[in-house]
């Protein structure tokens, strides 16, 4: 009895994370403001404190409509729908709200979800995490850590070397052909002296 309970309410659990995905029509799911090999050329200036703060009324005036729900109220878009999920170009994935650079192309992976999956952001701080307690359960939320627009969550189901899946939205995200820009690198002892014995 008690699994045919949780079994049902696990079902209407799924028909309504559908349903909350399924809030905008085709036409205004595929409408970008930019493609998704360009980045935007507008992207709001951070502050002193390296953030970027907006008041909802400027963002939903920056933002298309499936792009405020997802950045701004924790939306999530329908599997297997954005422009990124599929995407294989070379180069570097940037948030949508802020410009911020997230996630380079080498850590993307194929997971099968139809949401865009990348194993380590491009640098630790780049993303920011929180709890999410929706739907009755604990998931956790990756956001970006600039502008603190909601990118998707991160998993323990990924490939190696870190074992994570950081499940993002593509509407979250626009991507910049090219190079990634490099992590920084890890701090290091200081340089040996030189032997006499070579190496």
Known sequence: MKSA??????????????????????????????????????YPAPGADGKVSMEPAQWRERLNKEEFYVLREQGTERAFTGDLWDHKGHG????????????????????????????????????ETTVDRAWGMARTEVHCSR?????????????????LRYCINSVSLDFVSGEPAPAPAPATSPPKEPSSAGE
Not at 15 to 40: C, K, M, N, Q
Not at 98 to 108: D, I, N, P, R
Not at 109 to 118: Q, R
């Open 5 to 42: 309970v949780l079994l049902v309410v696990l079902v209407l659990i799924g028909v309504a994370f559908a349903l909350r995905g399924a809030g905008a029509s085709d036409s205004e799911s595929t409408e970008r403001i930019v493609a998704p090999t360009a980045a935007r050329a507008d």
């Open 92 to 127: 570097t994935y940037t948030c949508a709200g802020c410009g911020q650079e997230l996630f380079a192309s080498e850590t993307k992976f194929k997971s099968g979800t139809g949401w865009p999956s990348y194993y380590e952001p491009i640098a630790e701080a780049a993303v």
């Open 147 to 163: 502008c603190g627009g909601h990118l998707g969550h991160i998993f323990t189901d990924g490939p190696r070397p870190t074992g």
